[in-house]
């Protein structure tokens, strides 16, 4: 699949809440590429910074032609983007990485944080019994969007909403059961899926959230432990932008 680098255009972007974006980029060319799973690497328009951010596509519209992000304030880069109107410029490279296979199992859709949105487009797409089950800190968001897909059940960490804890808290509190596990978010969590998967004797397919550098595989800034030599640097890493973002679970270590 082909790396495309263009410069697209907003269409809307929202504040979802305090520090979380939604951003709609006319993109034509990436979004009938892309596939969910997948990322794009969004360029600042600061010459001093050299380097794209990294963001998780939330969205695809192939027909089209459109792309939705969903990110973090995080830094200077992210801080730009935040205050993109209607109609401005964006340039971004993609569709990057691998996305997650498409299997007809009953499915967990497993998301914290803003790991989350990167769910939603595999929510659409799954044709299968699905279950999301999105971990937050407190603030909620993308839940709505998800409840067109599937039962929806949450955990937050402070207990504001549905249960308190974590996401396997809440798949033991409703007595949850799958075949498979799909999930993204922060590395303590899928550590515990990749645990919960091997119990359970169930599939499970992890997208690794890692700060990256080139996005595309050359600079070997996002690696992670793995079972296997990598044909790149021959030794037991994987490179998550190239290689991943999504892994089988017992591909990589955590």
Not at 12 to 33: F, T, V
Not at 115 to 133: D, F
Not at 167 to 181: F, G, P, Q, T
Request: proline letters at 4%; one cysteine or more.
């Amino acid at each position: 699949m082909a790396k495309i680098k263009l410069t697209g255009k907003v269409l809307k972007q929202d504040m979802l809440m305090d520090g979380i974006y939604s951003m709609w980029i006319q993109a034509d060319e990436i979004a009938r590429q892309s596939v969910p799973g997948q990322f794009i690497s969004v360029y600042t328009r600061d010459g001093g910074k050299l380097l794209p951010r990294p963001i998780s596509l939330c969205e695809i519209d192939r027909e089209a032609g459109t792309l939705r992000i969903v990110y973090r304030v995080a830094g200077a880069g992210t801080k730009e983007f935040s205050a993109y109107q209607a109609g401005d410029p964006v340039e971004i490279m993609g569709p990057l990485g691998n996305g997650f296979p498409l299997k007809e199992k009953k499915a967990f859709l497993i998301g914290g944080g803003i790991g989350i949105p990167p769910m939603l487009q595999l929510a659409k797409e799954l044709n299968c019994e699905k279950q999301m089950v999105l971990g937050y800190r407190d603030q909620l968001f993308l839940t709505e969007d998800f409840r067109k897909y599937g039962d929806v059940f949450v955990a937050t960490e402070d207990g504001s909403s549905g249960t308190k804890g974590n996401v396997l808290d809440a798949i033991r509190e409703h007595h949850l059961k799958a075949d498979i596990i799909y999930a993204c978010g922060p590395t303590p969590m899928l550590r515990a899926l990749k645990a919960y998967a091997a119990e359970e004797g169930m599939e499970c397919y992890i997208s690794l959230e890692e700060k990256m550098a080139c996005g595309i595989g050359a600079c070997l800034a996002c690696v992670c432990k793995s079972k296997d030599v990598d044909s790149h640097s021959h030794v037991h890493n994987k490179r998550i932008c190239k290689d991943g973002p999504v892994f089988a679970a017992e591909e990589v270590e955590l």
